[in-house]
């Protein structure tokens, strides 16, 4: 079966410091791959998706950029966070274009 | 732009009552999803409807869409206390892409034991 993994759970980083999140999944070839940011008690706004390796489209410009350097790893990074990165950060990934299956989710606190 | 939004934001109902929730989108889509986010936790997907599809249904749920009006409802039956959670619709960016989904600020179900 497939699974989704993120870490860290929790992240408390100061305003300028570097950020990378990781998201894995297992038990499927070539996913689509995607990065939700949810703010308190919003819904999800898209940030980056990925149809295959070294391919990345972005929806919103901003101050994060993502990667993904194997079929079924997906990273978001900063060079230098901000106050408005704080958020609920989501990984999903998807086959084709049905349901999308979401990992458990990163809290940053930027303080 | 963001294409669901959930009609009420909040509902509170009681344990056995039915709680339904309303979905308006703006664009053509060849497929709605509805997803459930219990707090603070990552969303599960509860059943996706495809445009050509009026009604579908997984055990308490049952699901609606109206292309012409650009709208789909989620019923949940017999509703259990583990029922509390915020309750998403989403549909693809450009009505079928592989290029994410846009979800609405959803609506938060409360159900009194």
């Known amino acids: 079966s497939q699974t989704i993994h993120q870490w860290p759970a929790t992240l408390v980083q100061p305003v300028g410091s570097p950020l990378s999140l990781e998201c894995t999944v297992e038990g499927t070839s070539n996913p689509n791959l995607y990065w939700y940011r949810q703010a308190a008690g919003r819904g999800l706004q898209l940030l980056f998706y990925s149809v295959g390796i070294g391919q990345i489209s972005s929806e919103v410009p901003q101050n994060l950029s993502a990667s993904r350097p194997q079929d079924r790893q997906f ?22 274009t049905r349901e999308q299956y979401f990992g458990p989710g990163t809290r940053l606190t930027v303080t | ?60 749920l049952r699901v609606t869409l109206d292309t012409s009006k650009k709208s789909s409802s989620l019923l949940i039956t017999a509703s259990r206390a583990a029922d509390t959670a915020s309750y998403f619709c989403a549909a693809p960016y450009s009505g079928g892409g592989a290029d994410g989904l846009t979800f609405g600020k959803g609506t938060h179900l409360i159900i009194q034991p």
């Open chain 1, 75 to 96: 990273i978001l990074s900063s060079k230098k966070l901000l106050l408005s990165d704080s958020g609920f950060y989501l990984c999903a990934w998807s086959v084709g």
């Open chain 2, 1 to 60: 732009s963001q294409q669901g939004e959930e009609d009420p934001q909040a509902l509170s109902i009681q344990e056995g009552e039915n709680a339904t929730m309303n979905c308006s989108y703006k664009t053509s889509i060849n497929n709605l999803q509805w997803y459930r986010q219990n707090s603070g936790r990552g969303l599960v997907h509860l059943i996706l409807i495809r445009s050509n599809e009026r009604e579908k249904h997984s055990g308490r």
